[in-house]
């Protein structure tokens, strides 16, 4: 069963910067790629979505400009740039994996078990 791991949370000041990884324990090429987070008290909500090729992005209105998706298909892995960040981007992060290019929860099959995300002076 296809395993994904999140890496590169943690506590950070706000304006600062963290990048995200998500490694997978098998190919990714074939499948889209989210982001998703989760805060305290508050719905998952998609942060951003990248296809199958990385041709296409998604973001949140929440995150545009500041926040860059990527993927490495050879290195099965995919990134979360995320900049400036704000208190309100404390949350959960987990990635996922579908079929189809979307923001959609029930798109996705596979779930990473998240990384904690802290924006706080």
């Known amino acids: 069963q296809l395993q994904l791991v999140e890496s590169g949370g943690g506590l950070v000041q706000p304006g600062g910067s963290l990048r995200l990884s998500c490694a997978a324990s098998g190919f990714i090429s074939y499948y889209a790629m989210c982001w998703f987070r989760q805060a305290p008290g508050k719905e998952r909500e998609g942060v951003s979505s990248?296809?199958?090729?990385?041709?296409?992005?998604n973001y949140a209105d929440s995150v545009k400009g500041r926040f860059t998706i990527s993927r490495d298909n050879a290195k099965n892995t995919v990134y979360l740039q995320m900049n400036n960040l704000k208190p309100e981007d404390t949350a959960i992060y987990y990635c996922a994996e579908g079929r189809v290019y979307s923001n959609l929860q029930d798109e996705y099959d596979y779930w990473g078990q998240g990384t904690q995300v802290t924006v706080s002076s």
């Open positions: 990248i296809s199958r090729s990385g041709g296409n992005t």
